[in-house]
Nanobody, 120 residues
Framework: QVQLVESGGGLVQPGGSLRLSCAAS????????MGWYRQAPGKQRELVAR???????NYADSVKGRFTISRDNAKNTVYLQMNSLKPEDTAVYYC??????????????WGQGTQVTVSS
């Protein structure tokens, strides 16, 4: 099992910045990737950014150049630095961790979600 605790959401004006944090605990040794998804009202949950244990990162096209995902292995924490925020970034942001078992089965774990609102 993996537990994820998020922090850092809030209200920010367009053009502003926020940093989200997600701390993992539990069976962290078998985590193969961590990332952030978001879900706006009436829309499907979508990938924002992902960081694999090998160091590879990938981003949604809509956030490339504005958001940066990073991971501190010593703290078992993944961060999402969000700059130049736009109203369309408004959503509930969810931390995700993918854990691979000894049988190679992959399990998904989710944080509780943190609201990000971009508005003037």
């Amino acid at each position: 099992q993996v537990q994820l605790v998020e922090s850092g959401g809030g209200l920010v004006q367009p053009g502003g910045s926020l940093r989200l944090s997600c701390a993992a605990s539990g069976s962290i040794i078998s985590i193969v990737s961590m990332g952030w998804y978001r879900q706006a009202p009436g829309k499907q949950r979508e990938l924002v950014a992902r960081h694999s244990s090998g160091g590879t990162t990938n981003y949604a096209d809509s956030v490339k150049g504005r958001f940066t995902i990073s991971r501190d292995n010593a703290k078992n924490t993944v961060y999402l630095q969000m700059n130049s925020l736009k109203p369309e970034d408004t959503a509930v942001y969810y931390c995700n961790a993918q854990r691979r078992s000894s049988s190679r089965t992959e399990y998904a774990y989710w944080g509780q979600g943190t609201q990000v609102t971009v508005s003037s």
